[in-house]
């Protein structure tokens, strides 16, 4: 039986941006694994009585949103103006727009209005959906890249699949993610979810075994967050001349992606994915820590 094509398409083409839901998803459950009693609380508060949301669908909120608020656009990435695969590097002055800003920039100002007591309910809830979501996006390679607009203008192959929304960025945001998780090429968003919670347990039982050797450093500086987020992003561009286009862009063009290229890749998104749980948990947890210190001042 032949899968309706034009389905296949639109499945697809809802998630060609950021990680996919798959990825975010599961950086939402695995923070949640790691929040303290007051991170835990946070959510509750803030998430809970407004909508069924879980913590999963709260992360990709911001993806769902950013289509009628256009000015939200340049708040997933920073277009770092290097020139990978020679050289790569990230210029926050350089790099982030003066006027859409940029992941870094939203990160911080989302952080500062949750901080903020004279922040509303409604604005508090979805700064909270805000960070779920970006502190994902500036743990994907291509979101911290200029070129060909972070590989949205490369098109590749992956497994056979030649669509014309396949490129460098959706691979790197759904197709890896998927086919390591089992999902096929193009299934339904709705797998996502539930392959996201398991994803998350195996991903929180190798942190604990010490078996994911990645430095995660949880940076909580609140007072400075652009700190934080330089540090992030900074990092996760590396990766770009190291592995996503280090073969060049005419060979990512030439050669399907599912074969060497995705078991090369699958250690980084899985450590990328880590660290953007485990960090998304600290900082949530250092801002409810701080929010609950406030609290106790005004008694
Ligand atoms: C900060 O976030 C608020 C709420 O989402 C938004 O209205 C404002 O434009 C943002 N400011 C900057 C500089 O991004």
Known sequence: ?????SLAILTFAS???????LGHRTVGYLAQKRFTNEGAELFETLIRPTTSFDIS???VWADSIRHNRGYTEG???IDAKDSPPEQCNLNYARDCKEIQGCVISAISNQTSLLLDPNTNQHTRNEALKYLLHFIGDIHQPLHTEDLSRGGNDIPVSFDGHHTQRLNLHSVWDS???RKLNGLSFDAHATEEKPAAAIWA????KRIEAGELSVEYSECTNLADPNECGIAWATETNVLVCAYVLAPGVEWVKENDLGGEYYEGAVPLVEVQIARAGVRLAAWVNAIA?????AAKQDL
């Open 1 to 5: 039986m032949l899968k309706s094509p």
């Open 15 to 21: 998630q060609v941006v950021c990680w996919g839901g």
């Open 57 to 59: 669908d709260a992360a």
């Open 75 to 77: 708040w997933h990435f």
């Open 175 to 177: 197709a890896i993610p």
């Open 201 to 204: 347990e195996k991903l929180a």
């Open 289 to 293: 820590a701080a929010g609950s210190v």
